[in-house]
């Protein structure tokens, strides 16, 4: 079955970085788009970024441009999140999703905490 395991967040002070990772399996992770959403305590889940199965089309969010870069290697089945320059309202859950044709899938998400 498709599983998304997310890794890599933590409490950090503002300015600082953090990189999170996707490991999947289950489907042929090359094939698919991959995508990193984040939901904050309140507030709707919102997509952070977005990357094309070869990575030849990547999206971000306005509010993350310039400051995260996703990127994936097909080989190792894993999806990446390099977050930097980090703020207080960058504090959320994150989590992973891929989709196929009508089926959503999504991991179990990765706390990120920003602050002083």
């Known amino acids: 079955q498709v599983q998304l395991v997310e890794s890599g967040g933590g409490l950090v002070q503002p300015g600082e970085s953090l990189r999170l990772s996707c490991v999947a399996s289950g489907f042929t992770f090359s094939n698919y788009a991959m995508t990193w959403y984040r939901q904050a305590p309140g507030k709707e889940r919102e997509l952070v970024a977005q990357i094309t199965k070869a990575s030849d089309h990547i999206l971000y969010a306005d509010s993350v441009k310039d400051r995260f870069t996703v990127s994936r290697v097909n080989a190792e089945n894993t999806l990446y999140l390099q977050m930097r320059s980090l703020k207080p309202e960058d504090t959320a859950m994150y989590y992973c999703?891929?989709?196929?044709?009508?089926?959503?899938?999504w991991g179990q998400g990765t706390q990120v905490t920003v602050s002083s």
């Open positions: 999703h891929t989709w196929m044709g009508n089926d959503k899938y």
